[in-house]
């Protein structure tokens, strides 16, 4: 099985860590035989990671080859959409993943940023508002016009209701056309468990990429922090939030980003983890963490009780609640069982991904 899967931009060994989660994948599917070629959109050349051949556009352009199913991680109109309108005739079968803001109207469904990341004018909102408006209204009229060669998997029931609200699609044309398919974790996370004999140096652990995105509610930890002050927090992550609230006393800040290997050393570190959020399309490193095996504490939020349904190590609290205290939860969470939770496993997550292409391709 050939397939091409189109990707905005793409891992390198440069050290570009950008959508790791669509080279998870491909790894995974080359090791499991099929023949995988990834059209970068923002590469200027040709290169291979890992067994897997990612192009240019120019190449692709350049090379007469045809394949067997094309596959897009979250469209944008820029490249997949402008790629499709094209080249799309060429491909019998199409795949669409939905990981997030690709059929969201992102002002309703983003929390508002930070005061200090915010425009000073209301220009950027609208203009984002129409981009939405204009950028649902194309992808629905393509997917309807090519619907009978099309299959579109979710990363989860949310994204799904989502894609069905912000698009207006009648559900009953994709009822054989859709999938729930969730992210896998990375590897490490799978092979790898929480040592809870190990000394602890932190009480509550948080890491995020990025500290300035409000739907990573560092101000909810923050203020965890300053109501319960007989715990040591950390947070992980660069941004310039603390450049703009004052860092409790109980709270350490440490300005990097973390490969999984480093991650995991971190947790293990740490009694809890703590990663609320306000809004996500399933939440990856949450999961990772989860299935790593640490007491989790996240958002009481409807995409984290569907993604951490039989978790017994998650724990879930209010985002709007300024006096949370933190002993009731871990009351509850103490005494968990130290069984591994395989949801998120490879072959529970992208073996079932090869499973549809094989169906796929049966039926081409």
Known sequence: MRILVLATDYPDDNGNVTLMYIHTRNKYYVENGIDVTVLNFNSKSNYTLDGVKVITLKEYSRKNITYDILVSHAPNIRNHYNFLRKQGKYFKKTVFFFHGHEVLKTSEIYPKPYQYMRSSSSISMLARDLYDSIKLFIWKRYFLKTINKTTFVFVSNWM?????????????????????????????????????????????????????????CIDVVTNIALTNPQYKFCVVGKGEF???KEKPQNLIWIKKTLSHHEIINFL????????????????????EMATFGIPLI???????????????????????????????????????S????????SENTIGKEIELFKIIQRNK
């Open 160 to 216: 799904y209701d989502m894609f069905l609200r912000y698009t207006k699609i009648d559900s009953s044309l994709l009822d054989d056309k859709k999938y729930i398919i969730y992210n896998s974790i990375g590897e490490q996370f799978e092979t790898n468990s929480y040592d809870h004999r190990k000394e602890k140096e932190y009480d509550f652990m948080t890491i995020r990429n990025n500290l300035d995105g409000s739907k990573y």
């Open 242 to 244: 603390f450049k703009h």
């Open 268 to 287: 293990n570190k740490s009694r809890y983890a703590l990663l609320p959020t306000r809004t996500d399309a399933q939440g990856v490193m949450a999961c």
């Open 298 to 336: 996240t958002s009481n939020i409807d995409v984290c009780k569907e993604v951490f349904d039989k978790f017994d190590n998650v724990q879930y609290i209010d985002n709007e609640d300024a006096t949370i205290d933190l002993r009731q939860i871990i009351k509850k969470i103490d005494n968990i």
């Open 338 to 345: 130290n069984e591994k939770n395989s949801k998120y496993f």
